[in-house]
Nanobody, 115 residues
Framework: QVQLVESGGGLVQPGGSLRLSCAASKNIFSFTSMAWFRQAPGKQRELVATRFGPSLVNSSDRVRGRFIIFADGAKNTVDLQMNNLEPEDTAVYYC?????????WGQGTQVTVSS
């Protein structure tokens, strides 16, 4: 069974930065895609950023230019670098991965942006 474990969440002031990491129990390059989602209280889960294969990435309009998704092969993680954070970015952030058989999800990590 594939496992995904998120880390790096916490409390940060508006304008600050955080880096989330998603560690996988198998080689991250074996997945067809990996993504970060988030879910704020009372709202639906939304896609934040996706990494397809070795180099193609995409991100939502709300975070483009502020968030970057990238793979760290040495650590076998897919990270989300979040800059210039806003209170509206407050949510539980989830890592997801897809291979030829299944979709996998982590347990989530809380990010709170507040002064």
């Amino acid at each position: 069974q594939v496992q995904l474990v998120e880390s790096g969440g916490g409390l940060v002031q508006p304008g600050g930065s955080l880096r989330l990491s998603c560690a996988a129990s198998k080689n991250i390059f074996s997945f067809t895609s990996m993504a970060w989602f988030r879910q704020a209280p009372g709202k639906q889960r939304e896609l934040v950023a996706t990494r397809f294969g070795p180099s193609l990435v995409n991100s939502s309009d709300r975070v483009r230019g502020r968030f970057i998704i990238f793979a760290d092969g040495a650590k076998n993680t897919v990270d989300l670098q979040m800059n210039n954070l806003e209170p509206e970015d407050t949510a539980v952030y989830y890592c997801s991965a897809r291979d030829w058989a299944n979709d996998y999800w982590g347990q989530g990590t809380q990010v709170t942006v507040s002064s």
